[in-house]
């Protein structure tokens, strides 16, 4: 019979909706009922595409003698991180705290208030490589509940009080300068990896945002050094494991400093940051390969992430259905369908399939081509496709050939579980990529995507108060509200949307945003909040300025509130974004990875951003090239409006008319404009200044 979760939205709640053991979801019933119990709170936290969350759901959640003893000591409560990165964080952070590291799935034991005492990630079922088993912990949790309370008691009020205690020490006064996107950069320097790309050791990461900085830094200043670094981790990772050769798109990360052996789910903000970044290194660069990597990836969010609404996927699963003898390697999962699930399944060959597909004579390139070896490069004789060799020349033609017929053949294989659910926040970062793909390699059908997906977001994500809801399945809004991470990035979503349509509505609805950012999620000091002054109370209200996965909420808004500001003129958001980038001043000389995307802001920020006003006829062929000119301009954090003479679309159209009847460009710096141009060369040595 289905517990409390089959009246869910989230697909990964509902994965667990027929488990035996009885789920909650996070909900005030879940604790009131933990008190009428006299009972702790067992809280499990994952995502739908944690290969180790569907491990532990297997051996521990589907197991009825384990589901039993839960339900009898316990009330189980079940949360998606991606639809309540609030609750995430708060007890990450306390996990973090107690253990030194963190991850999911992340198992936590609350009192009945909600508060800590103990914390684990994964669990197996029997003890194993020194981890207790998870029958152990559930014991002895039961057994310090019951004997010794007032310490429990004690443990969970000094965690909270100690999470309390916590404070950000940043000063709002004044942005960072160039002194410190100076050391930043020799920062990077010291931890990148000379020799495989990107920074730091196994596993790593597609260091997305800290890529921007680069490039920013580069044009800004002229470092080769940086360029170098971005463009070096770039060919990396698109000839590396990480990368899908034949599909497109990027795994979550390497498990090993080569980037050979990716965790194999594909998730919406990796490959929308990552589409980002590669059309900026062809804009910066003219790489055909960034040029390729950028519309590959950009093609596989649409073809397969795409929702029947318009708007885009979280993820895909890491693991996939694989029939016994079918011949890739096999391992315990979990999942349905027929056939065991097994970890990147879908994706990896042996030379025996490409002989099946390719014939003797292909497969012997494919081999070469690819990197597939008899040994394998990731379990039992499988291998990652890469493009190891970077020295041949090889027959264009054949190569197109080979890799169409294993796309083709992979087509016939069970395909990884999609996690359906629509996440503002990832969403809005998806518009900008796509829309700026769109509109620098001439695919009006990327524009089209983008926009598509904005119209979703205002439709069913945002109400008349412009106040947004995290997520939506199938059209219909969750029940979770939106955090500060959701305004920022779907406000930088309409406002790349806007620079590349013209249409001033996505500048009118970024501001909507932008103003409930400043009303709801920041402090008197200028310092901001994940989560809106009226939201639901935690044993912590969660701020973390820091970048991870995605630029962090704090970090967004503050390139956001700059764009806006540059676009409509607004001291306030001006003023808000300044105070906002002092927390790169702090964290920017000491972590340079973990605040990149306020690094790249405050690039923008030193560069002015610049402004571009083109205006002229929709139709005539010299507004659209003077319109292009702008867009591919590499100055960091360039904002362009583009619209009839006069046009009322955006505050940085106003009083711009024709020069002598011919369609002109504006670019303004620092509240200083500059004569207009109406030769596209001319406008891009001005912006090339």
């Not at 170098?228 to 990772?237: F, G, H, K, N, S």
């Not at 990652?384 to 169409?404: C, F, H, N, Y």
């Amino acid at each position: 019979m289905p517990n409390r979760l089959a009246h869910e939205t989230s697909p990964y709640l509902l994965q667990h909706a027929d488990n035996p053991v009885d789920w909650w979801p996070w909900a005030p019933g879940a604790f009131a009922e933990a008190r009428r119990r006299d009972v702790p709170v067992l809280l499990s936290v994952g995502y739908s595409s944690c290969h180790w969350c569907h491990v532990m759901a297997h051996e521990s959640f589907e197991d009825e003698p384990t589901a039993a003893y839960l339900n009898e000591h316990f009330v189980a409560v079940k949360v998606d991180r991606e639809e309540r990165p609030d609750v995430d964080a708060v007890y990450m952070e306390a996990v973090q705290a107690a253990t030194g590291q963190g991850g999911w799935p992340m198992t936590v034991f609350l009192t009945p208030d909600a508060e800590p005492f103990y914390f684990g990630t994964y669990f197996p079922p029997e003890p194993r490589h020194g981890m207790p088993g998870f029958q152990q912990v559930l014991e002895g949790v039961q057994a310090a509940w019951r004997d010794r309370r007032d310490e429990v008691g004690q443990v969970a009020r000094r965690i909270v009080r100690d999470l309390s205690e916590r404070t950000l020490a940043v000063d709002t006064t004044r942005p960072p300068a160039a002194e410190e996107l100076h050391s930043a950069l020799l920062g990077l320097t010291r931890e990148f990896d000379g020799v495989r790309g990107g920074f730091g050791g196994a596993p790593k990461f597609p260091p997305s945002m800290t890529l921007e900085f680069l490039l920013r830094h580069h044009v800004r200043t002229g470092s080769e050094a940086a360029l170098e670094m971005a463009a070096a981790t770039c060919e990396a990772m698109a000839r590396g494991g990480i990368y899908d050769q034949l599909g497109g798109g990027f795994a979550r990360y390497s498990v090993d400093a080569g980037w050979v052996v990716p965790h194999f789910e594909k998730m919406l903000y990796d490959n929308a940051l990552l589409c980002r970044v590669y059309a900026h290194l062809w804009r910066a660069t003219g790489s055909e390969l960034a040029r390729r990597v950028a519309l590959e990836t950009a093609d596989f969010m649409v073809r397969e992430l795409r929702t029947a609404q318009g708007g885009f996927a979280s993820a895909l699963d890491a693991d996939s259905a694989v029939e016994d003898g079918w011949g890739h390697p096999q391992a315990e999962g979990s999942g349905g369908g027929s056939g065991r699930h097994v970890e990147g399944a879908f994706y990896v060959w042996t030379p025996q399939q490409l002989r099946e597909v390719l014939g003797e004579a292909d497969a012997a390139v494919a081999t070469v081509h690819f990197g597939v070896t008899e040994e394998g490069t990731f379990e039992e004789g499988a291998s990652v496709l890469q493009l190891p060799d970077t020295d041949r020349l090889w027959d264009a033609g054949k190569i197109e050939s080979v890799r169409a017929r294993l796309l083709a053949a992979r087509e016939q294989r069970p395909r990884p579980g999609r996690d359906d659910k629509v996440v503002a926040a990832w969403n809005g970062l998806a518009i900008a990529a796509l829309a700026e793909t769109g509109a620098y390699f001439d695919r009006p059908d990327l524009v089209q995507a983008a926009t598509d997906a904005a119209d979703l977001l205002v439709r069913t994500h945002m109400d008349w108060h412009a106040r947004l809801h995290r997520t939506s399945l199938d059209g219909v809004a969750g029940d979770h509200a939106g955090v500060l991470e959701d305004y920022a990035d779907v406000a930088e979503g309409f406002l790349a949307l806007s620079a590349v349509t013209g249409e001033g509505v996505w500048v009118d609805f970024a501001g909507l945003l932008l103003d409930t950012v400043l009303v709801h999620f920041t402090d008197a000091d200028g310092a901001l909040f994940d989560t809106a002054d009226d939201a639901e109370t935690l044993i912590r209200r969660p701020q973390d300025p820091t970048d991870n996965a995605t630029p962090s909420g704090w970090t967004a808004a503050a390139g956001a509130l700059l764009t806006y500001a540059a676009y409509t003129g607004s001291t306030a958001h001006r003023e808000a974004a300044e105070k906002a980038l002092g927390v790169v001043r702090t964290l920017g000389p000491k972590a340079p990875r973990f605040i990149s995307w306020g690094l790249a802001v405050t690039e923008a920020l030193l560069d002015g951003p610049r402004e571009v006003a083109v205006v002229g006829p929709a139709d005539h062929p010299v507004t659209g090239q003077l319109h292009q000119t702008a867009l591919l301009s590499t100055a960091p954090g360039l904002v362009v409006a583009v619209g009839e003479p006069d046009s009322g679309e955006v505050a940085l159209l106003h009083g711009r008319g024709l020069v002598d009847g011919r369609p002109a460009a504006y670019v303004c710096r620092n509240f200083t404009c500059a004569a207009p141009v109406d030769d596209p060369r001319a406008l891009a040595a001005r912006l090339a200044d």
